[in-house]
């Protein structure tokens, strides 16, 4: 069956510019997860939903970065006024509810002028 | 303040023998323990898991040992075969979200 997919696969954008990176999750997955990864590190977490709603978005950054999933399937990592440390590869996971496995898609590398 | 550490950057194995690889952590409140495998240019595949009430768990090559005591996870692969080359990630799970070490690159050596 389809994995976790996401787009762009590589975005090129100036510092100031808006963003948005979508999701698309493991059809029936109910908890969908984001996570940043910098060169050199581990990922990190953003945010997780359950459902439509954001369940704990204790690790975006700022105020700049924010995410949907309005209809409980897709979603939507947005990202406002990017700065060059905003730079990195933006992972998407799900996983069929809370608490299960977490299955990663392959990331979309940003790169910000 | 990292709460998963894997002190080893780099590990280079020879084909055919045992490859181990070492993940400490700091936050006792972390139940589930996994590890993922990362190509270049992919995301991370999960390979294996452990629930911190056990202290072992296998999976045909791949088996993670827990020891809670000591903070200290440990997988090993064996026998270590040329597809294995990749980055290692230790993850420990705290409710949903995970928390990943900075990985470890194993390479097998033909």
């Known amino acids: 069956g389809a994995g976790v997919s996401q787009t762009p696969s590589n975005k090129v954008t100036e510092k100031g510019k808006y963003v948005e990176l979508r999701c698309d999750p493991i059809?029936?997955?109910?908890?969908l997860y984001w996570y940043r990864q910098s060169l050199g590190q581990g990922p990190e977490f953003l945010i997780y939903f359950q459902g439509t709603g954001a369940a704990d978005d204790s690790g975006l950054p700022n105020d700049r970065f924010f995410a949907v999933r309005p209809e409980g399937s897709v979603s939507t990592l947005k990202i406002q006024r990017t700065e060059r440390g905003d730079s990195a590869v933006y992972l998407c996971a799900s996983s069929f509810t809370l608490g299960e496995t977490q299955y990663f898609g392959p990331g979309t590398r940003l790169l910000v002028l | 303040d990292q709460q998963v550490k894997q002190n080893s950057p780099s590990l280079s194995v020879q084909e055919g023998r045992i490859s181990i690889l070492n993940c400490d952590y700091t936050?006792?409140?972390?139940?589930?323990f996994l590890w993922y495998k990362k190509y270049p240019a992919e995301g991370p595949t999960f390979l294996i898991s452990i629930s911190s009430i056990k202290d072992k768990n296998e999976d045909g090559r791949f088996t993670v040992f827990l020891n809670k005591s000591a903070k200290h996870l440990s997988l090993h692969i064996v026998p270590s075969q040329p597809g294995d080359s990749a980055v290692y990630f230790c993850a420990a799970s705290e409710i949903e979200k995970l928390t990943f070490g900075t990985g470890t690159r194993l390479t097998i050596i033909p």
């Open positions: 936050n006792s409140m972390f139940d589930y």
């Open positions: 059809s029936g997955h109910t908890a």
